[in-house]
């Protein structure tokens, strides 16, 4: 009998000890999810400001800072003037990437001389909520209301041609760009590396985020969804060589669109950061560009 109750009590303790490690197994995937939902925000937006850059901005004549009010946050960027002030001229606005801010890019954009490519037009960008010296925090819904209120903001300007806007997005950009382009009347769409849905970009890193496991994630950036209502012509860049967007995601967006251009993917080593200095995508752009100059929307 005494024997017999050892055994009972050694299953006991088995059973309690693989109680505690399935109990254990939980709270640990547990915290990892919540972990994991926390850190989310710091994977996608990366918000930092040049300092130098805005300062020296301001010394350039093509240069004019732009303050926009979006939910009683005011939105800080800038507009590159093409053409002469007074004048009601086409323009592209621009949704950066992740680790950009509008300061920068349109620092390199005037020591780059890009402006040649973008021959007729004036050029746009606004950091997002929590970038450069725009308030707020950034996030999906802050972001696709801050890109209504930009395009908006634009139609109003005196010195825009409202029937010649033409929507650009580099990287993450280009989920906000899609989605600019699907509810308002556009000129155009260019996307640069862009990508079909959030989660494509969460398996390409961790092949894990099927049925429930879905729910962990907190951005969609869904713009499979939005492409397929966007009424203007489409221009998808990509390369073969992008190690952070597959090609294959670009050309599954692209053959979303209803109406778009051939897609350029890339074939000579061209890298995630480097597209805007490759003569073959300038010259892709500034063709698109041109040709729409000549159409009515």
């Known amino acids: 009998m005494k024997k017999e109750k050892e055994v009972k009590e050694e299953k006991h303790k088995v059973k309690l000890k693989l109680k505690y490690k399935i109990l254990i197994f939980f709270i640990a995937v547990l915290i990892g999810c919540l972990g994991f939902r926390y850190i ?22 093509e240069f004019e800072e732009i303050n926009i009010m979006s ?36 620092s390199i954009f005037y020591t780059e001389d890009y402006g040649r490519y973008f021959d007729g ?5 606004i950091d997002y909520p929590g970038f450069g010296y725009s308030e707020g925090k950034p996030g999906e819904e802050e972001i696709f209301t801050a890109t209504d209120d930009i395009y908006d903001w634009a139609t109003r300007n005196p010195d825009v ?33 862009p990508y079909d849905e959030a989660m494509s970009l969460y398996n390409n890193a961790i092949n894990s ?13 869904n713009s499979l969804l939005y492409a397929k209502t966007v009424e203007t012509v489409a221009q998808v860049i990509t390369s073969y ?5 597959d090609f294959s995601l670009s050309q599954k967006l692209n053959d979303a669109f209803k109406n778009h251009k051939d897609i350029l993917i890339l074939n000579d080593g061209t890298k995630h950061s480097y597209y805007l ?11 698109f560009l041109q040709e729409r100059l000549n159409v009515e929307e």
């Not at 099927?210 to 994630?217: F, H, Q």
């Not at 060589?241 to 967007?245: A, N």
């Not at 200095?277 to 063709?287: R, S």
């Open 277 to 287: 200095g490759n003569e073959t995508v300038m010259n892709t752009i500034y063709a």
């Open 209 to 221: 985020f099927y049925g429930p496991m879905r729910s962990l994630a907190t951005y969609r950036f």
């Open 40 to 61: 989310q925000k710091d994977l996608w937006f990366h918000p930092w400001n040049d300092y130098r850059s805005h300062k020296q901005l301001k010394k350039i004549d």
């Open 121 to 125: 037009y004036n050029f746009l960008v």
């Open 241 to 245: 060589d992008d190690e952070v967007i």
């Open 71 to 106: 939910e009683g946050r005011k939105l800080d960027g800038w507009m590159y003037y093409n053409n002469p002030r007074g004048v009601k001229s086409p323009l592209v606005i621009f949704f950066e990437g992740n680790a950009q801010n509008s300061s920068r890019f349109m």
């Open 161 to 193: 041609d409202a029937n010649k806007i033409v929507i650009m997005g580099y990287s993450i950009g280009t989920g906000f760009a899609t989605y600019c382009a699907s509810e308002k009347n556009a000129n155009g769409l260019i996307l640069i590396a």
